[in-house]
């Protein structure tokens, strides 16, 4: 009885707090989205400056140790690949989360990085639907050099590991 009482006590925080998080902020559009009667504008992100908003993908890499240039967008298109940057550089990571299924990205970075940001943005919801999924997105910075690692794991907390969760590594060389 009890850990079915925690059970719904977790849950019910969850929902409290991805209800909240909807009604606290807009829907944010993506770069190719306007919504309508609004003026299409470029993204700014002062507070990374160093970032191309290019989205890596298998024109301008490689297959498996290659190295991506600094300042990208890292996807799930990069798990298990390495990237190299210089000390105090700064990458984005987007990884795809529906967190009203319960399933959220536990993130990990090994002492050389720091996440400077992380949210949520939820996809534009079609008219009468809820529990659409968005991308999670991580602003990392390289603190030390060396060898650095992110490694993440989709999986809903509150529930044991099962070994079939889906992981996300990437190996970091700061110079």
């Not at 902020?25 to 002062?46: D, I, L």
């Not at 298109?77 to 989360?97: C, D, M, T, V, Y």
């Not at 991308?135 to 910075?141: P, Q, V």
Request: proline content about 5%.
């Amino acid at each position: 009885m009890k850990k079915r009482l925690k059970l719904i006590v977790v849950l019910s925080v969850i929902a409290a707090f991805v209800f909240a998080a909807g009604c606290a902020e807009e829907p944010e559009t993506t770069e190719n989205e306007t919504q309508a009667g609004s003026e299409q504008v470029t993204p700014v992100t002062p507070e990374t400056p160093s970032i191309t908003g290019e989205t890596v993908t298998e024109a301008n890499a490689t297959q498996g140790n290659q190295t991506i240039e600094t300042g990208q967008i890292i996807t799930e298109a990069e798990n298990g690949r390495s990237i190299s940057i210089k000390n105090g550089e700064i990458f984005i990571l987007q990884l795809r989360e529906n967190p009203s299924t319960g399933y959220s990205w536990e993130l990990n970075v090994s002492e050389g990085l720091n996440i400077l940001s992380d949210g949520y943005t939820e996809d534009e919801a079609p008219e009468n639907q809820v529990g659409v999924p968005g991308t999670h997105s991580w602003t990392i910075e390289a603190a030390s050099q060396g060898s650095q690692q992110v490694n993440g794991i989709y999986k809903r907390p509150w529930e044991n590991m099962t070994g079939t969760e889906e992981n996300f590594t990437l190996n970091v060389e700061v110079f």
